[in-house]
C-alpha cells in the first residue's frame, strides 16, 4: 500500500483543522449555511435526505487494517442520528430507542469509497480528525472535480495482468488533488485504470477509461478512452488513443481535461458531463485533444512527463507484503472443514477464492451480501473483524470491491480452510460472489435526497426470495444491479439485469433493463442493457424477475450464463416474459409507494 510522507500527513491534518474552523464559524452563526456548504462539500459532506452524508475516499480502493478499524470507529461512535433527526426519518409516533434504523454502519460504493449516512454535522470535525490520524479524507470525493480514481480489485495480483496499476493511480491522485485549473470542471470527472486483460474496473463507463498495455515492440502504455458514462445518456467510451507511452499519461490526461473544461457545457448540469461533449464534437474533440498534447509537449515543455524515478519511488509502495514462509506441509492454522460442510466450502473457493500471481497465494472476497442488510452496508462489529481477517490473514490489508464486497489480496492458500470457518462464523462467507444476491444496489430513496425510489427494499425482496444456495448456483453468475435515480450510482445500465428507481405522479415505480455488461470476461464488451416496458410497481419486482429467470431456465444451453443465453435468444423472448409477470389485480397500491419526501440541497455535487 501506498505510505503517506509527511507533507501527506501534515497536508489533511490542515484540511482537518481548516473544517473545523469552518464549522464552529457555522455553528457559531458567522458563516452562513449557503458560505458553508462548497466548503463542507470540498471534504465530502453532503446534506442529504435526513442527516449529512460523509463520502471517505479510499484510493483504488485499498484500506489498512488500521483504516477499517477507524471506520469501525466512526460507526460504532458516530453514525447515529439525534431524536430530531429520528422523528423526520421515522415519524413521532414510533417510540425513541425502541425502532430500528440502518445507523451505526458504513457503506461500500461502486467506486471504491465508504459512506456515513447519519453522522451528524456538529460532529464532523472530530470524525476528519479522526480520518486524518489513520491517513484518510474525504478530499475531493465531491464536487465538479476530479474524484477518486478507481481501479481492478486485484490490482497487482492478477495472472493476467500486464503492469500494476497502482502506482499510475497514485501519480494521478497526487497531480489531481487541488489541481488549481480542474477545481470548478463543468461537472464531474471519474477516471478508473486497469493494467489486466480483463477489464474488472468497467473502465469504459467512466469519464477516462485507461488500459495498461504492450505495443508490438513490448514497451509498456496506455489505450486510453474518454466519454463514457451512465447517467440520462448512458455512453461507452470511446478509444481516442491506441498507445500512449506510460510517461506521457499524465500530460495526456492534462490535454483531456483541458478541452473539456473549456468546452463542456455549464448551462445544463444534464449535459455537462465529457461523455455529451465528445457524443456531439466526435472528431473534433479528439483533434483539439492531440493539438493541446502537442502544445503541452513542445511549447510547455512537457511539465507532466513521469519520470523513471518517480515511478521507482511510487512503485517501491506496491510491492507484496513481506510475508511469512512456509515449510511444506505447514499451515499457520490448523484447520479442519468438518465433512457436513465440505459442500458448502467448496462453493466458496469456487465463487469467493481468486487465484493470484502468486501461485501459494490466493485473493479472497468477504461477502456482505446477506438478509437484513442492505447490499455494500458493513456493520461497526464487521468492519473490526474485517480488520482482524486483514491482519491475521491477508498481511493487514484489505479492498473494497466495485461490487460494494471487501477483498484479502493476501491469504496463503493454507489459510483458506481456517478463514472460512472464521469467516462463516462471522457471517461473512457466503458463496454468492457473482451469483444473482450478490447484487449491486445504492442507498436509494432510504438515504439519498436525489432518489426517486428506494433501492434497498427490493434488494431485500430478490434477497429474500433467493436464499436457496442450489438454486442460486444453479442460476451461475448473474449480475443484477438497483439505483433508485437516474444519476445511476447503482450502474443499474451495464447489470445483466438493471432496476430503476422511477417517480410517477409521486409514486415509485420501477424500470427493469436486460442485456447491459460492465465489460468484464463474464459480460462481455461493455453495453448498456434495453428496458423491457412500462415500469413496474414494488411488489410487482420480484416476480419479473423470476420470470425473467424462468425464461432464462427454459432456454438455457447446458451450464450457458444469463448474459450467454439474452444474446443467443434475442430480447424480446424475456421483454415478453417480464411484461407477462404484471399483477392481476391492478389496484394502484399493489404497484407503487408513495415516494418519500425529501430535498436535494446538494443534488450538483452528488
Not at 479522526?130 to 490490482?155: F, K, P, Y
Request: aromatic share 8%; proline share 5%.
Amino acid at each position: 500500500m501506498y505510505q503517506y510522507t509527511e507533507f501527506d500527513r501534515q497536508f489533511i491534518r490542515s484540511r482537518a483543522a481548516q473544517h473545523r474552523d469552518q464549522l464552529e464559524r457555522n455553528l457559531a452563526g458567522t458563516l452562513s449555511d449557503d458560505e458553508f456548504r462548497p466548503l463542507r462539500l470540498q471534504n465530502g459532506w453532503y446534506i442529504q435526505r435526513y442527516a449529512p452524508m460523509l463520502r471517505v475516499a479510499v484510493p483504488y480502493g485499498e484500506l489498512s487494517s488500521r483504516q477499517l478499524r477507524a471506520l469501525a470507529k466512526i460507526a460504532r461512535e458516530y453514525d447515529h442520528p439525534s431524536k430530531e433527526v429520528f422523528d423526520k426519518a421515522i415519524g413521532t409516533q414510533a417510540t425513541w430507542g425502541t425502532t430500528h434504523l440502518p445507523v451505526g454502519y458504513g457503506h461500500f460504493t461502486t467506486r471504491q469509497n465508504v459512506q456515513f449516512n447519519w453522522i451528524p454535522l456538529v460532529k464532523s470535525a472530530d470524525v476528519m480528525d479522526l480520518l486524518a490520524s489513520v491517513d484518510m479524507h474525504g478530499i475531493q470525493t465531491s464536487g465538479n472535480c476530479i474524484r477518486n480514481i478507481t481501479s481492478d480489485e486485484l490490482a497487482g495480483i492478477a495472472p493476467d495482468e500486464i503492469a500494476d496499476p497502482r502506482p499510475f493511480a497514485e501519480i494521478m491522485r497526487q497531480w489531481s488533488t487541488l489541481h488549481p485549473e480542474f477545481a470548478f470542471l463543468p461537472r464531474k470527472f471519474k477516471i478508473a485504470i486497469t493494467g489486466a486483460t480483463e477489464d474488472r474496473a468497467a473502465t469504459a463507463w467512466h469519464d477516462v477509461g485507461l488500459h495498461l498495455i504492450k505495443n508490438a515492440a513490448g514497451e509498456l502504455g496506455f489505450r486510453v478512452q474518454v466519454g463514457g458514462g451512465m447517467g440520462r445518456t448512458p455512453i461507452i467510451g470511446t478509444v481516442i488513443r491506441e498507445f500512449l507511452p506510460w510517461n506521457q499519461i499524465m500530460n495526456y490526461l492534462e490535454a483531456v481535461v483541458r478541452v473539456y473544461n473549456r468546452w463542456g457545457r455549464r448551462d445544463n448540469m444534464y449535459k455537462a458531463r465529457i461523455k455529451i461533449l465528445v457524443k456531439a464534437e466526435g472528431q473534433r474533440y479528439i483533434d483539439e485533444v492531440e493539438a493541446e498534447y502537442q502544445q503541452i509537449i513542445t511549447v510547455d515543455g512537457a511539465p507532466h512527463t513521469i519520470p523513471q524515478a518517480e515511478l521507482d519511488r511510487v512503485s517501491a509502495s506496491f510491492v507484496p507484503p513481506a510475508l511469512v514462509e512456509r515449510a511444506q506441509g505447514a499451515t499457520k492454522s490448523v484447520a479442519t472443514v468438518p465433512a457436513d460442510r465440505q459442500t458448502d466450502y467448496q462453493r466458496w473457493l469456487k465463487q469467493n477464492v481468486a487465484a493470484h500471481k502468486n501461485p501459494k497465494l490466493r485473493a479472497v472476497t468477504l461477502s456482505f451480501k446477506r438478509l437484513g442488510q442492505a447490499p455494500g452496508d458493513a456493520d461497526a462489529d464487521q468492519l473490526d473483524t474485517a480488520a482482524a481477517f486483514a491482519d491475521e490473514f491477508s498481511a493487514g490489508e484489505a479492498r473494497v470491491t466495485h461490487d460494494q464486497n471487501l477483498l484479502l489480496p493476501w491469504v496463503h492458500e493454507d489459510d483458506l480452510p481456517a478463514l472460512w470457518i472464521a469467516a462463516s462464523h462471522a457471517g461473512l462467507a457466503r458463496a454468492n460472489i457473482r451469483l444473482l444476491t450478490d447484487m449491486i444496489a445504492c442507498p436509494g430513496g432510504d438515504f439519498c435526497a436525489l432518489a426517486n425510489a428506494r433501492s434497498i427494499p427490493i434488494a431485500a425482496q430478490i434477497t429474500e426470495r433467493y436464499q436457496d444456495m442450489d438454486e442460486l448456483h444453479d442460476l451461475g453468475e448473474i449480475d443484477l444491479h438497483i439505483s433508485g435515480c437516474i444519476n445511476s450510482c447503482g450502474h443499474h445500465h451495464s447489470g445483466h439485469i438493471g432496476v430503476l428507481g422511477v417517480d410517477k405522479d409521486g409514486k415509485e415505480w420501477y424500470q427493469i433493463s436486460v442485456g447491459g455488461s460492465d465489460g468484464s470476461a463474464l459480460s462481455g464488451d461493455a453495453v448498456p442493457g434495453k428496458v423491457v416496458g412500462p415500469s413496474f410497481g414494488a411488489l410487482e419486482v420480484p416476480g419479473v424477475i423470476e420470470a425473467l429467470l424462468d425464461t432464462f431456465r427454459q432456454h438455457r444451453n447446458g451450464r450457458e450464463t444469463f448474459i450467454d443465453c439474452v444474446k443467443r435468444v434475442g430480447f424480446e423472448a424475456f421483454k415478453v416474459a417480464a411484461n407477462g409477470a404484471r399483477l392481476a389485480d391492478k389496484h394502484e397500491e399493489l404497484h407503487a409507494m408513495p415516494k418519500s419526501a425529501g430535498y436535494a440541497k446538494d443534488a450538483q455535487e452528488a
